[in-house]
T-cell receptor, first 113, second 111 residues
Framework: EAQVTQNPRYLITVTGKKLTVTCSQN?????MSWYRQDPGLGLRQIYY???????DKGDVPEGYKVSRKEKRNFPLILESPSPNQTSLYFC????????????FGSGTRLTVV | EDKVVQSPLSLVVHEGDTVTLNCSYE??????LLWYKQEKKAPTFLFML????IEKKSGRLSSILDKKELSSILNITATQTGDSAIYLC???????????FGTGTRLTIIP
């Protein structure tokens, strides 16, 4: 089944403890992207990648890192999480040439205490 | 500053009614506009629209972009309770994959 898989689905962690949220897609898509969703603010783009080793900042990149060493994987790294990074996170991907939008993963609910 | 604004913020209608959701944008380097439906978790893709002005249709849903008015509408006819969701629009920028989303319209269909 074609899909974008995020792990974990839920995570509660403490301030300052490094964490990684994984994202993997099995559709050979070139484009991948990370978003956070907060009440009243909607979905905001954190980082995006247009291909392997090509990444760029979205609207809210502070406090996050990403890497794209393989086409299928696009992990989101929080080196020192803080409570203001408590949010619902989505990974998404789409092919290079398509009239379709992004396919989203199921989301990761992160709580930083 | 780039802006994507959706209206109304919330809408409650009876089953069978027709609704029109709006998305207006003020951005530089506009390439296309996307519509998504978000029920419980992940948004699901509905339409991609460009400045060509071509209307997109899928069953009871249709959407079109007005490049002069810098806006798009999403129409849903003969609404059903399964249409209850948050509807999101997003602008895609030319030259990269940056996306800016609106805050969404929460649609509730009453049986």
């Amino acid at each position: 089944e074609a899909q974008v898989t995020q792990n974990p689905r839920y995570l509660i962690t403490v301030t300052g403890k490094k964490l990684t949220v994984t994202c993997s897609q099995n559709m050979n898509h070139e484009y991948m992207s990370w978003y956070r969703q907060d009440p009243g603010l909607g979905l905001r783009q954190i980082y995006y990648s247009m291909n392997v080793e090509v990444t760029d900042k979205g609207d809210v990149p502070e406090g996050y890192k990403v890497s794209r060493k393989e086409k299928r994987n696009f992990p989101l790294i929080l080196e020192s999480p803080s409570p203001n990074q408590t949010s619902l996170y989505f990974c998404a991907s789409r092919p290079l040439s398509s009239g379709d939008g992004y396919t989203f993963g199921s989301g990761t609910r992160l709580t930083v205490v | 500053e780039d802006k994507v604004v959706q209206s109304p913020l919330s809408l409650v209608v009876h089953e069978g009614d027709t609704v029109t959701l709006n998305c207006s944008y003020e951005v530089t380097n506009f390439r296309s506009l996307l519509w998504y439906k978000q029920e419980k978790k992940a948004p699901t893709f509905l339409f991609m629209l460009t400045s060509s002005g071509i209307e997109k249709k899928s069953g009871r849903l249709s959407s079109i972009l007005d490049k002069k008015e810098l806006s798009s509408i999403l129409n849903i006819t003969a609404t059903q309770t399964g249409d209850s969701a948050i509807y999101l629009c997003a602008v895609v920028y030319f030259g990269n994959e940056k996306l800016t989303f609106g805050t969404g319209t929460r649609l509730t269909i009453i049986p």
